[in-house]
């Protein structure tokens, strides 16, 4: 199965930007939609952006004109790229293909990578 490893979270100050990636271990990123999830302690894990096969995108409402997400299908990588960042923006990162149809993730999650921002 492919899997999936997200990197460059860390710790930035409110209003800072980080960029996020996801390097597949082989070619999905043309084949399914895909989506950049988070998971802040005592919550359940929500999807922030996806793009799909052909390179549409949305967004959670929340973070619409903060993050964008978006994709290098020749190097199996994608990007979030995260700016004007918030306290509340606080979680764990993960990136996972998805079934448009039903929603449900396809891949095992990765370990996925810690933003911090601090108020």
């Known amino acids: 199965q492919v899997q999936l490893v997200e990197s460059g979270g860390g710790l930035v100050q409110a209003g800072g930007s980080v960029r996020l990636s996801c390097v597949a271990s082989g070619a999905v990123f043309n084949r399914n939609a895909m989506g950049w999830y988070r998971q802040a302690p005592g919550k359940e894990r929500e999807r922030v952006a996806a793009?799909?096969?052909?390179?549409?995108?949305n967004y959670l409402d929340s973070v619409t004109g903060r993050f964008t997400i978006s994709r290098d299908i020749a190097e199996n990588t994608m990007y979030l790229q995260m700016n004007d960042l918030k306290p509340e923006d606080t979680a764990v990162y993960y990136c996972?293909?998805?079934?448009?149809?039903?929603?449900?993730?396809?891949?095992?999650w990765g370990q996925g990578t810690q933003v911090t921002v601090s108020s």
């Open positions: 996972n293909q998805f079934d448009s149809m039903t929603i449900a993730p396809l891949l095992s």
């Open positions: 793009i799909t096969s052909g390179g549409l995108t």
